[in-house]
């Protein structure tokens, strides 16, 4: 027996509801694809002659960087100095531009003087990094040094005894080679040290040259007794950390070890089992701590 259309046509209350749902995403889908580009602003197509000049500009931008490049890896040309008779031990800032020389060039010159260096004779100028081998040619015969410069004469201008764990930067300038910036790193470092226990350690500090150390020496000597040290039972490890030769690793171990001790180190020998501890650190570290 043939159904008849109605009975084809007749959903249950379920199937009515997910037709409605279905035909809904259909009618929505339908408006938001029409109606979609008139809510969306694009940016306005550029026009050609607009995109004819932003090309332009790109090329000339290719171009100017690219004459950059070369232009700094073409070779140096030396300046066409204006000479005239200086000392480079005393000549000023003012004096170093009149002669030509650049900018970056005297700031170094004024740098290597301010950390105690000294030009001897007129081949120590050419060392300095920056001046071209033309350039030094120019003012060769201008440079006037005087004998008091000499690299023989390294002796200080006076007798001096200077005693570096109580000194200044006053007397510590009267040393030959060792100018106001010198003087307030030796005092720097120190202050991070707690005293020097030799004079060797005076290596350490930045901008002192072997042969700087070697020229000042003579006049100094060192009062252990002045040393500031730090008790081992008591420091705390921010206080064994900022110490130069303690910091790090070895600060945690020394703390850890006394730990292990109940913090009765008794005496200073104990920190050698220390796998840290050779004998040459043992030897550089122990005028700068205690147990009391």
Known sequence: MKKSIREYLNYSKGQQRAILVLLFL???ITITYFLLPRFIHLPPAIKNDELQKLMAQI??????????FYKKNEPYKPLVLSPFNFDPNLLDEAGFKRLGLRDKLVKTLLNYRNKGGKFYNKESLKRIYGL?????????AFISIPNQYSKFDKGPKEVLHI????ADTTQLIKLRGIGSKL????????????GFSNLAQLKEVYGISEETFETIKGSLHV??????TLNLNAATLYELNTHPYLKGDLARALVDYRKNHNYKI???????????????????IVPYL???
């Open 26 to 28: 259909i009618l929505s």
């Open 59 to 68: 090329e000339w931008d290719t171009e100017h960087d690219s004459k950059s």
């Open 132 to 140: 071209h081998e033309d350039e030094y040619k120019q003012l060769e």
């Open 163 to 166: 005693e570096l764990n109580s």
């Open 183 to 194: 003087s307030m790193n030796i005092i720097r470092f120190r202050t991070q040290l707690g």
């Open 223 to 228: 009062n252990k007794n002045l040393i500031k």
């Open 266 to 284: 008794e005496n200073l020998d104990q920190i050698k089992e220390i796998p840290l501890i050779n004998d040459e650190i043992f030897r550089k």
């Open 290 to 292: 205690s147990i009391q």
